[in-house]
């Protein structure tokens, strides 16, 4: 299953990246049959299945990079490259 294979390399990625400015990478599971339960409140289209592999990841208060995209497009080209360099 394709699907799974690049679940899978995205699992071996997440645990060769490390770092003070990344998301850490926990571990991997299956999901509680109540997480089941919930995901089909929240998503007719595709519930989560007990056959479901799910990564789990450090929580990140912050939110994630995409939120920061609209204000990362008004910063000077200085203040981007300094963004890339750090990270």
């Known amino acids: 299953n394709s699907t799974r294979k690049h679940f899978i390399h995205e699992v071996?990625?997440?645990?060769?990246?490390?770092?003070?400015?990344?998301?850490?990478?926990?571990?991997?599971?299956?999901?509680?049959e109540s997480l089941i339960e919930s995901s089909k409140n929240i998503c007719d289209e595709s519930p989560l299945t007990s056959k479901e592999l799910l990564m789990v990841l450090e929580f990140a208060p912050m939110g994630d990079l995409a939120g920061c995209l609209p204000t990362l497009k008004s910063?000077?080209?200085?203040v981007k490259i300094k963004l890339g360099l750090d990270l």
């Open 75 to 78: 910063c000077s080209l200085g």
């Open 12 to 32: 071996w990625m997440m645990q060769q990246l490390q770092g003070s400015y990344l998301i850490g990478f926990l571990g991997v599971c299956l999901p509680s």
